[in-house]
């Protein structure tokens, strides 16, 4: 099994930037992909950004050209740089990670991190 930890949430003004922090500890040998999804109230989790084992990346329409999606690879930790924040990126983030267990892909969650834009 995977665990997850996510930091560096917190509150901001518009146009601020925060850096997100997954750690990852446990069966971490077969991750395939690590990814950021959110979740604002009332809404569906959505995908971030995701970034692969060969460091391939995937970002939602929404942050392209904002965020950025990191590895290191030594800390086993995924980072997520978000600059030009704005209200509408107010979510509860959450990290993800896909691993082969067998011939089955399983996903983990982590515990989440509340981001809070202002205007």
């Known amino acids: 099994q995977v665990q997850l930890v996510e930091s560096g949430g917190g509150l901001v003004q518009g146009g601020g930037s925060l850096r997100l922090s997954c750690s990852a500890s446990g069966s971490i040998f077969s991750i395939v992909a690590m990814g950021w999804y959110r979740q604002a109230p009332g809404k569906q989790r959505e995908l971030v950004a995701t970034?692969?084992?060969?460091?391939?990346?995937n970002y939602a329409d929404s942050v392209k050209g904002r965020f950025a999606i990191s590895r290191d690879n030594a800390k086993n930790t995924v980072y997520l740089q978000m600059n030009s924040l704005k209200p509408e990126d107010t979510a509860v983030y959450y990290c993800?990670?896909?691993?082969?267990?067998?011939?089955?892909?399983?996903?983990?969650w982590g515990q989440g991190t509340q981001v809070t834009v202002s205007s």
């Open positions: 993800n990670g896909v691993q082969w267990v067998g011939s089955q892909l399983l996903g983990y």
């Open positions: 970034i692969t084992s060969g460091g391939s990346t």
